[in-house]
């Protein structure tokens, strides 16, 4: 199908990402390869229902150093976790990846969020 194996694995389970990504020589650019619609591993999981499973998936990601900037300027993990209400990636993203300072590179239809974030990072996790 031309699918990235990356995104086979998010499909599948923790155990088949783990595999994969430890297992590949080219970890970095793997975690943060783009689909064909422009999305990174985060952004998907990012996207996802709330659940232990996808939320150690993150956790995975997070650990290998993933990054919110290959999706720019058109989609940043933190915005897609506020939209799918998955709170558990939300604070994931905030706190151990560069969210916060890519957030002037992304094209945002809400600005004043992005300033609510920039000015209470420290106290909103």
Not at 20 to 49: H, Q, W, Y
Not at 75 to 88: G, Q, T, V, W
Request: glycine share 4%.
């Amino acid at each position: 199908t031309g699918k990235l194996p990356i995104f086979k694995a998010l499909k599948s389970n923790i155990l088949s990402l783990q595999l994969l990504v430890e297992n590949d020589p080219d970890r970095n650019r793997t975690i943060n390869s783009l689909n064909k619609n422009g999305m990174t591993p985060l952004c998907k999981l990012a996207s996802k229902e709330e659940s232990e499973e996808n939320f150690q998936m993150i956790n995975l990601l997070l650990r290998w150093g993933v990054s919110c900037k290959p999706s720019l300027p058109n989609h940043h993990p933190l915005f897609i976790a506020f939209d799918s209400k998955n709170s558990l990636a939300v604070r994931g993203i905030f706190k151990f990846t560069d969210a916060l300072e890519t957030l002037n590179d992304f094209e945002c239809p809400e600005p004043f969020m992005v300033s609510v974030l920039k000015c209470n990072s420290d106290s909103l996790f």
